[in-house]
Structures are given as C-alpha cells and as structure tokens.
C-alpha cells in the first residue's frame, strides 16, 4: 500500500509534465502565428521580429516551455492572454472556471439525487414492472446524449411551454441554470440508476444482509446502513467517469445555451489562437484529472478494505 | 478461461442421466445412444445461442446491420446528391419528393441524414476496429506477455495518453494537424491527379479516427493485459512453450482466442462512445468539415431557436437518427455483455 501510494505519487509530476508539454508543443505546431494576430492591421516586418523575440517565441520548444512552467510553478502565472490584451489567463479564466464548476455541480446533484433513489428503487422492486419500467426508461435516457436533449428541452420548455430562460447565465440560484443542469445530467442519471440497481441487487444477496434482517433490525435502517452503504462503492469509484463524462457535455451546453465557461472560452481561445489562456486551462483540466484519477485509486481500499493496492499484478 | 467453459454435455453427464433413467430404456437403446456421437455445445454457441433469444437485440443488431451495409451503398440508395442546392425549394417541410424535406439551401435532408449516417458509420469501424482495437489488443497483448520493460513502458504511455482531458485535446490536436495535413494532401492530389480523398472527407475521417485511437487505445490495452496475465499463469501455455512454439504463435493462437469473448464485449460496449465523441467533435465544429454531412454538423447548425420554431424538422430527423443509432448501440452493448459473460448479471 505503502509503497504503491509512493510510486504513484513520484510519477505524478512526471506525468504532468509529459502530458503539458506535449500540449505545449501541439499549440506551438498549430496554424497562425500568434504575433500575426497580436498585431492585428499594423503589420510591419520589423515590429513583427521585435515582438517575437521579446515574447521568446524564437527560443527552442523546451526553453520555451521551461521558462513558462517556470512562471506557473514559481508565480501561479500563466502568462498574458493574447486575445484579452492586459488580462493575465489567471483572470480570464478564474472567473470562467467558477461558472462551470457550478453548472458540474448543478448536474451531478441532478444526476446523483434521482440516479441513486431510483436505482435502490428499481433493485428493491426487482422483477416487478416497477424495475423494467425504470430499466427501459434508464437504457432510453441512456441513449440521450446532450446534443439531443439540449434542442428539444429547448423547444418544449422555452419555446412552447414558455417555463424556462432560453439561455444566458445568472448564477447558481437563478432559473437559468435549470435547462443546462438537467441536460447535463440526464445521461448520467441512467449510468447511475443502473450501477446502482445491479449493485443493490448484488449486496441484496449477500448474507449480511439476512442476518441483519434476522436479528430484527427495522426495515429502513437494513436498507441505508447495510444495503446502500455498502452497494454506493461501486457507484463512488465510478465517479471519475462520470465527471469525464460530464466533460463534454459542458462543452456543448455553454456553447449552446450561452454560458460564460471554460468550455466556451476555450473554443474561443482555440478561434483566436489565444495560446496562453489554452495551455493554461490544459495545465489546469490536466493537472485536475491526473489528481481525480489518483484520488479515486487510493479511495478503493478506503471504501472497501477486502481490495489491497498494490497488490497483484494489476497496476 | 476458455477450455473449462466448453463441452457441456460431456460422456459423464451423458452417462449420468443414464443411470437414472435406466429403467425406462432398453439395453438395445443405450446401445444405440452409445454409438452416436455425442453433439456438445461449445461455449460460442452457447453465447450466440443466449444472444438469439433477446427480441429486442436481434432487433437492434438488424438496424445497425443494416446501418452499416446502407452506408456502403449510400450513393445508390439516396434519392439526391448531398450537395446538390436547390435555392428554388430550401426549408421545405416533408414531401413526396422529399420525405424529410429540405434545408436551408435545398438539399434533401433524407439524403444528408443517410450521409450523416454513413459518417458516423465510417468513424466507428476505422477508429474502433482499426485503430483502438489493432492499437489496444497489440500493445495489450506485448505487455502483458512481454512484462518488464516493454510492460512498463507500455503502461506509462497508456497512462500518458489516458491523463488528457479528451475533447480539449481532440480540439487542439485537430486545430494543429488539420491545416498542416490539408496542404499535404491538396499538393499530394495536385501532383497525382487524383481528386477524391479532400471530396470524399477521407482526411477527416483519418484526423478524427487517428486522434481517438490515440486517446483511447489504453482502456483496450489494460484488459487484454489483465487477461494474458491471467493466462500466461496456466498449464496450456506452459505446455505450448516446452513443445517450443514461438511467441508470435502463443499469442496468436492460445491469449488471442481466450481474450476475444471480453474484447467482443468491449468492443459493442464502446460503439455507442466512439459514434458520441465523433458527433461531439462535428458539432463543436472541428470533426468532419463540411461538405461532407455530419449528423452532429447538423444538430448544431438547426439548433438555434428560430429553427426549432419555425422549421423543426430540419433537426427533428437529425435527432431520430442518432438516437436510433444510439439506442441500437446501447441495446447491442447489453446484450452481448449478458450473452457472452452470463454469470455478470
């Protein structure tokens, strides 16, 4: 355990800077010159070799790349964005990451507070029409993805029913957030209905559970301490895959439905060749997922002690 | 895995079941019984047998079939070109002459949803079959066999490329070597002659399948490893190695089949992601390109208010398509995981 913790924790680093600095190099492969658009109408051979050798831009790849994860490392500082002249990235996108951290929150309470009842719901009603009913309306949601739900939640919602905001963004407790949320989640909710059911459905069976049930235990406490407790394991270490999969979705739902984050933004920095605010948000997704990947690792045996890390040949 | 899987009805169980039922049979009967051959069920039939008996499954596996086979022969089915403008009749609601109508620059939209299929269709074979699963079973199959160095080696690049934020790389990484390869390619057709790969979204479709076998051949990798490393450990191997056969056999021959029945699974399984991050790609705008038709092109460039309102079925089409698609894929997915990994239910 140990020493598995220590390994991982060594390559981590190494990891980071591999992964950023091949992004790094695949901004820098990328078509247009930054000082071109830098300068906009006044192009003058001059000025154009001045600024380039005043933003290092003549150094090799890896100078270029040490003296810019020196910044981030040393000061937090992610350099100027080229678009928003006078703004450093750490502006621009702070206050783009808050808007999307929010609306992940939005929809993964929409996904986890209907995915989880529903699925104990299903489970505990196994065989009957309630569970396929639920099956059949999970594995529907299912096949929902974003770009789908998003237009026709649209249509009925905003355009015909008049109920919600067509778009925009006000904040975590305004209605805007409602149609954005819930697409989000709908597709998460059927993964989660369903690793819940097939997990209850499994604990359901184990004989922990007719014990508690023969010492007379009541019904509800054998149903939360020992049942759900027990079945949410599978469901926690699937969180990061969830999450990832709530990734692209933000994507389409800020460009969508008008949404100031990071998903947006990034688009727009990738239209504008705006380097800085991309390898800064890249560094950041990056460093987030290499973190969320290793924290959902050591969570196994926190969760479960019966799974011993580092033990085995899996890796 | 595998071995002990198969012959179900083996002489003993045949046998079995006689001593209980001797009493109604003959001497001359079991006699009979004896001489014929004994028809055992291998665990693969079994599996496809299991698979047969899901209605709905066969169903879905006919649409995709059928998905898949149209799209060969898309340009003969569709009524229309997919280029073909017509700015006498654009936004047309459905026809006779156009059963999905037409958008806004006149071109059928039953012969767009068709291409737009086709699309999708592409991508999933050239980046799921050719790139993830040649990328992930060889790689899998080195690392799990090989061990040590080449084992770490693999794995560290698994976990390299397995730590990018997927779509924001997929963004980035179009954006880098698209234009790049453009002119390559537009010089390569100039100096040829030839005029069909940029018509025919070839150098789409190679970007887009490229850049998701790299982001997502490791998943792939690890449970082909997992399984030889499971299999190395048994006798039939250590067998095959004394009788000195070559690795290049073993793995062919001995890990290969006893993966396929988990890579089958994983395989239907990731249909319905690989067809999603395409869709993805094309509606943020960096996938397929148009002119080539792309369903998720379409979903983006209907989805504004003014179109949902005033000519909804310009997506409404679009949207049965993929979820048909993705239905079918879902469905798929199950019921292969039910049919070949029975005791997982």
Known sequence: MGVYVIRRLIWLPFLVVIVTFITFAMLRLGPGDPVQIWLGQHQNDEVRERIRAKLGLDDPLFIQYARYM?????????????????????????????????????????????????????????????????????????????????????????????????????????????????????????????????????????????????????????????????????????????????????????????????????????????????????????????????????????????????????? | MLPDRSGVSTRESQADRLDWAESELSGEQILEMDSQPIRG?????????????????????????????????????????????????????????????????????????????RTTVIITITSLLGGTLVLGVVLGLLSGYMGRWVDAVIMRMGEVTSSFPEILLLLIFVSAFRPRLLTAVQAF?????????????VLDFMIISVGLAIFGWFGMARLVRGQVLQARESQYIEAALVTGASTAHILRVHMLRNILSPLIVSVSAGLAGVAGAELVLSWIGVGVFPPTPSLGRMLFENGSPQVLLNHPHLILFPIGAVTLLFFCFNILGDAVNDAFNPRTR
């Open chain 2, 189 to 201: 057709e100039d100096a040829t002659g030839l005029d069909w790969i940029i018509r025919l979204g």
């Open chain 1, 70 to 315: 020196e910044g981030v490392i040393t000061r937090l500082d992610f350099g100027e964005s080229f678009k928003f002249r006078g703004k450093s990235v750490r502006e621009v996108i702070g206050t783009r990451i808050l808007v999307s951290m929010q609306l992940n929150l939005a929809a993964i309470i929409i996904t986890l507070g209907i995915g989880i009842p529903v699925g104990l719901l299903a489970a505990l009603r196994q065989g009957t029409g309630w569970d396929n009913l639920i099956v059949s309306i999970a594995l529907a949601f299912q096949s929902l993805p974003v770009f789908i739900t998003a237009p026709v939640m649209l249509l009925v919602f905003a355009l015909h029913l008049d109920v919600l905001p067509t778009s925009g963004w006000g904040g975590f407790f305004s209605p805007k957030i409602v149609m954005p949320a819930i697409v989000m989640g709908v597709p998460g909710i059927a993964i989660v209905v369903r690793l819940v059911r097939a997990s209850v459905l499994d604990v359901l069976g184990q004989e922990y559970v007719r014990t508690a049930r023969a010492k007379g235990l009541p019904e509800l406490t054998v149903r939360y301490r020992h049942i759900l407790r027990n079945a949410l394991i599978p469901v926690t270490t699937s969180f990061g895959f969830i999450l990832a999969g709530l990734a692209g979705g933000t994507f389409i739902v800020e460009i969508y439905f008008g949404i100031p984050g990071v998903g947006r933004l990034s688009l727009e920095a990738l239209n504008a060749r705006d380097y800085p605010v991309l390898m800064g948000f890249a560094i950041i997704a990056t460093t987030f997922f290499v973190l969320a990947n290793l924290i959902v690792d050591l969570m196994y045996p926190w969760l479960d002690p019966r799974i011993r890390l580092g033990a085995g040949h899996v890796t």
């Open chain 2, 41 to 117: 069920h291998s665990y693969w039939s079994l599996a496809f047998r299991r698979l047969y008996r899901k209605k709905l499954a066969m169903v879905c596996i006919s649409i995709i079939a059928f998905m898949y086979v149209g799209s060969l022969f898309s340009p003969l089915i569709t009524p229309y070109d997919f280029r073909a403008v017509d700015l006498q009749n654009t936004r047309q609601g459905p026809s006779l002459a156009h059963p999905f109508g037409t958008d806004r620059q006149g071109r059928d939209m039953l012969t767009r949803v068709i291409f737009g299929v």
